[in-house]
C-alpha cells in the first residue's frame, strides 16, 4: 500500500482503535496449543479398543448403504449417512474412552499453566534478588514514580522493586491478575538523578506495558508454553520413543514430522505475542512523553543489536531496535494486515475441526443429532479464526480509511493465507496421517482435496471481501465511536455464521462425494454432485437469509443515527471521508419481473390449450415445470442484476443482488399467483418452497453474472473516498 497520509493525523491512535495485536495473537496462542494438544493427546494409547469383528460387520453395513445413497438424491437430505449405527455401537466405547483422556489432558494442561502462572512472579521475585523500593529510603524517586503512574492513567498502582545488583539501565514489569510489579535495576536509579528524561523514557515504556493490559497474557503466554512442554509434548515424546523400540518406525516418523511443525507454530506464536506487546508499549509511551520528547528513541538506539537474520528474529522474545525505532516513527505501522495470523490460525483451528468432526460423527450416529456434526465441530474454532482475521482487516480498514491509502487485494489476500492455512491444517490431522501413510496414498489425497481446496479459498475471497465493503461503509458513518465496535462484532458474527455453514456443507458433500467415488463411475459421481448440490441450494433458507444479509448490512450503514454527526465532523481525523452516493433503485427489479410473469402466463395458456389435464396433473410433469420455472426466473435475475451491476457507479454486485432480490420475490408472487388462477393450491409449505427456490438460484447465478460485469468493466469500488479511487475490488 502507497502511504498517502491525511493532513493533521498523528500515524500513532490507529494501533489502538481496535484490540491489539498482541490480543489477538494471544487469542491465537489458545487455539494453537489446543490444535496441537488434541493431536499429541490422540496419539496416545487408549484402553478400549474396537473389536475387529465388529469393525468388519460395520464395514458390510457401510457397503449396504452405499448401494441406497443414488436412491436417494430425489430428497435434500445427507445423501449417504457417513457413519453407520454398526460403525458407532463399534467406535463409541473407543471415542468415548479418547474424548476422555483428551478432556482431562486439556483440563490438566489449562490447570498446570495456571498454576505455573501463579507462581511465576515469586519465581521472579526470588531468582532476580528483588527487594522492595520503600518510600523512606527514596522519597523523591517513589513521588517522582508515583507521578508516572498518574500520567499513564493507571487506577492501581503497582508495587516498585529494585535489583541493586544490577548495573544495566533497565526496567521490568511483570506479574499477574490485579496484581503487578515493577522491577528497577540499580543502574536505573543511578540514572534517575544524572539522565531524568532517559529514566522517565524506560519507566514510561514498563507502565505502558499495564496501561495495555498485556502483562498478563504475556505471563500466561510463557506459562502456558511450559504446560503445553510439560502435559502435551513429554508424553507424546516417550510414547514415541516407546513405539520406535518395538520397530514401528514408519507410524513413529509420520507422526513426528507433524509433531515438529505444530510444536514449531506453537513457538512462533508465543514469541510474536511477548515481541508484539513491546511494539504497543512503544507506541504508547511515545505518546506519554509527547512530541517534544526524544528520550525514547534515544534508548532504542542504545539497545544491542541481535545477530542473525529474519529467521533468528521470529526466534526470539523482543524485536529488533530497528523495527522498534521504525514504529516509534511511523514508518511501520502496526495495522498492515496480519498474513501470518491468517495462515497460522487457519491451519491450527483445521487440525482440531477434522478431528472433533470423526468425534462428533462416531459420538452421535443414530441420534438425531447426526446430522450436526460437522456444524458443532465448525462452530468450535471457526468462529475463532475469523475473529483473529477479521478484526486485523477492520483494523486495516480504519487505518486505510483515515491515510487514504488503497486496500487492493487486503481481503483476497488474507483469504488466500486462510484457505491454505486450513487445507494444511486438515492435512496435518490425525485422521489424514492415517490416510496418507503411503506415496500412493498421499498421492490420492492431494488430487481428491485439490478442488476443495479451490471452492474453498474462492468462496473465502468473495467473503473476505464482503467484509472490506462492510467495514469501509460502516466506519465511515461511525468513524471513531464506541458504535465501531458493534458493527465490526456483527459482521464477523454473521461472517462466522455463513463460514460455518459452508464449510459444514462443502465438508459434507466432499465425504459424501469420495464414499460415491469408490464406485468407480465418472457419471454417477457427476449425477451425485450437481444433484445433490441443486436440491441443497434451492432448499436452504440459510442461504435465502445470507443473499438477504449480503447487501442489507452494508446498506444499512446509511441508516444509523450517528451519521449526520460523523458527517458533520469529518473534519476531525478519526472520521473517514463520507462515502459516495449508493442508492438502491428497487425499480430495476420490477421490469425483470413484469416480464416474467407475462411470459409464464403465455406458457401456462399454450399449455393448457395443448396438453391434456390428465398429463399435466402427474408428478413428473408438475417437477419438470416446477423446475422449468425456478430456472427462467433465476436467469432473467441473472440478467437484470449484471444490468444493474454495469449501471452502479460504486458496489455494483451489492446492488446487483439487491436486484435480483426484489425480482426475484416479485415473480414468487406472479409464479403463486398464476397456480391459483390455473386451479391450483397453494399453501405456506409450497410458498416457503417457491420463495427459496426461486431466489437462492437467482442469487448465486446473479452473483456470477455480477461479479463476471464487474471484473470486466474493473470500474468496481470496495469503499469510499480517496483510497476507493485507486482500490479496484470485484465487489463493487
Not at 487455539?31 to 490422540?42: D, N
Not at 529510603?137 to 500520567?151: A, I, S, T, V
Request: with cysteine; hydrophobic share 50%.
Amino acid at each position: 500500500m502507497t502511504s498517502t497520509s491525511l493532513p493533521g493525523v498523528s500515524p500513532r491512535l490507529d494501533a489502538f482503535a481496535f484490540p491489539s495485536n498482541t490480543s489477538l495473537r494471544f487469542v491465537l496462542l489458545l487455539v494453537s496449543v489446543l490444535g496441537a494438544s488434541t493431536f499429541f493427546f490422540r496419539t496416545l494409547p487408549v484402553g478400549a479398543v474396537p473389536d475387529e469383528a465388529c469393525m468388519q460387520t460395520s464395514f458390510q453395513s457401510a457397503e449396504a448403504q452405499l448401494q441406497g445413497a443414488m436412491a436417494r438424491l430425489t430428497t435434500a437430505d445427507p445423501p449417504v449417512e457417513m457413519t453407520s449405527p454398526v460403525e458407532a455401537a463399534c467406535m463409541r466405547p473407543y471415542v468415548k474412552a479418547l474424548t476422555l483422556r483428551i478432556s482431562v489432558g486439556m483440563a490438566l494442561l489449562l490447570g498446570v499453566s495456571a498454576v505455573l502462572f501463579w507462581l511465576l512472579p515469586a519465581w521472579t521475585l526470588r531468582r532476580k534478588g528483588l527487594v522492595p523500593l520503600k518510600g523512606a529510603q527514596f522519597p523523591e524517586l517513589m513521588g517522582h514514580l508515583d507521578g508516572l503512574c498518574r500520567e499513564a492513567g493507571l487506577q492501581r498502582q503497582p508495587r516498585f522493586v529494585l535489583a541493586p545488583f544490577n548495573p544495566s539501565p533497565s526496567g521490568h514489569v511483570f506479574g499477574r491478575t490485579r496484581r503487578h510489579w515493577v522491577a528497577l535495576s540499580g543502574g536505573l536509579v543511578k540514572q534517575f538523578q544524572s539522565d531524568r528524561p532517559l529514566f522517565d523514557a524506560v519507566l514510561r515504556h514498563e507502565l505502558a506495558h499495564l496501561r495495555n493490559a498485556d502483562v498478563g497474557k504475556a505471563f500466561f503466554s510463557v506459562a502456558l508454553w511450559w504446560g503445553f512442554l510439560l502435559v502435551a509434548l513429554l508424553p507424546y515424546l516417550l510414547q514415541g520413543l516407546t513405539h520406535a523400540m518395538k520397530s514401528a518406525w514408519p507410524w513413529t516418523l509420520h507422526t513426528a514430522w507433524r509433531m515438529v511443525v505444530l510444536t514449531g507454530l506453537v513457538v512462533l506464536v508465543r514469541n510474536s505475542v511477548l515481541r508484539v506487546r513491546e511494539l504497543y508499549a512503544d507506541l504508547r509511551a511515545s505518546e506519554l512523553q509527547g512530541p517534544e520528547g526524544g528520550a525514547l528513541e534515544r534508548v532504542v538506539a542504545a539497545l544491542p543489536r541481535p545477530k542473525g537474520g529474519r529467521w533468528r528474529e521470529l526466534l526470539r522474545n523482543h524485536p529488533p531496535p530497528e523495527s522498534r525505532a521504525r514504529v516509534l516513527t511511523g514508518e511501520q505501522r502496526l495495522s498492515r494486515p496480519a498474513w501470518g495470523e491468517a495462515f497460522a490460525v487457519g491451519l491450527l483451528a483445521m487440525v482440531a475441526f477434522a478431528d472433533m468432526d470423526q468425534f462428533l460423527m462416531w459420538l452421535l450416529a443414530g441420534t438425531p443429532l447426526r446430522d450436526f456434526t460437522r456444524e458443532g465441530a465448525a462452530l468450535a474454532f471457526i468462529p475463532l479464526a475469523i475473529c483473529i482475521t477479521g478484526l486485523g482487516l477492520w483494523r486495516t480498514a480504519f487505518s486505510a480509511s483515515r491515510r487514504g491509502e488503497s486496500l487492493r487485494g487486503v481481503g483476497p489476500k488474507l483469504a488466500l493465507c486462510l484457505g491454505v492455512g486450513l487445507v494444511l491444517g486438515e492435512f496435518l490431522s490425525f485422521d489424514k496421517a492415517l490416510e496418507t501413510m503411503t506415496v500412493p496414498l498421499f498421492a490420492r489425497y492431494v488430487l481428491g482435496s485439490l478442488p476443495w481446496a479451490l471452492v474453498l479459498v474462492a468462496s473465502l475471497a468473495l467473503l473476505f471481501q464482503w467484509m472490506t465493503v462492510c467495514a469501509l461503509e460502516w466506519l465511515a458513518v461511525v468513524g471513531a465511536s464506541r458504535a465501531r465496535y458493534l458493527a465490526c462484532a456483527a459482521c464477523l458474527l454473521l461472517v462466522s455464521a455463513a463460514l460455518v455453514e459452508w464449510l459444514s456443507q462443502l465438508t459434507l458433500l466432499r465425504e459424501s462425494a469420495k464414499v460415491v467415488k469408490e464406485g468407480g463411475n465418472p457419471a454417477r459421481l457427476a449425477l451425485f454432485i450437481g444433484g445433490y448440490g441443486y436440491l441443497k441450494m434451492t432448499s436452504s433458507g440459510f442461504l435465502l437469509m445470507t443473499s438477504v444479509v449480503a447487501w442489507a448490512f452494508p446498506w444499512a450503514a446509511r441508516f444509523w443515527p450517528q451519521r449526520r454527526e460523523a458527517v458533520a465532523t469529518s473534519s476531525d481525523p478519526l472520521v473517514p471521508p463520507r462515502p459516495g452516493p449508493w442508492r438502491l433503485d428497487w425499480r430495476r427489479g420490477v421490469i425483470p419481473s413484469m416480464v416474467f410473469f407475462f411470459l409464464l402466463l403465455l406458457v401456462r395458456l399454450v399449455l393448457v390449450s395443448s396438453v391434456e389435464e390428465a398429463t399435466r396433473r402427474t408428478p413428473l410433469f408438475l417437477a419438470v415445470f416446477f423446475a422449468g420455472q425456478v430456472w427462467f426466473a433465476a436467469l432473467l435475475q441473472a440478467a437484470a442484476a449484471a444490468l444493474a451491476a454495469a449501471r452502479a457507479p460504486r458496489l455494483g454486485v451489492l446492488q446487483g443482488l439487491f436486484t435480483a432480490t426484489v425480482s426475484g420475490a416479485l415473480m414468487t408472487v406472479g409464479v403463486l399467483g398464476l397456480n391459483l388462477l390455473f386451479g391450483g393450491n397453494v399453501d405456506l409449505a409450497f410458498v416457503w418452497l417457491t420463495l427459496k427456490a426461486i431466489l437462492n438460484l437467482g442469487a448465486v447465478l446473479s452473483l456470477v453474472a455480477a461479479l463476471g460485469v464487474c471484473a470486466v468493466r474493473g470500474a468496481g469500488q470496495a469503499g469510499s473516498g480517496p483510497w476507493s479511487e485507486r482500490g479496484r475490488l470485484p465487489l463493487a
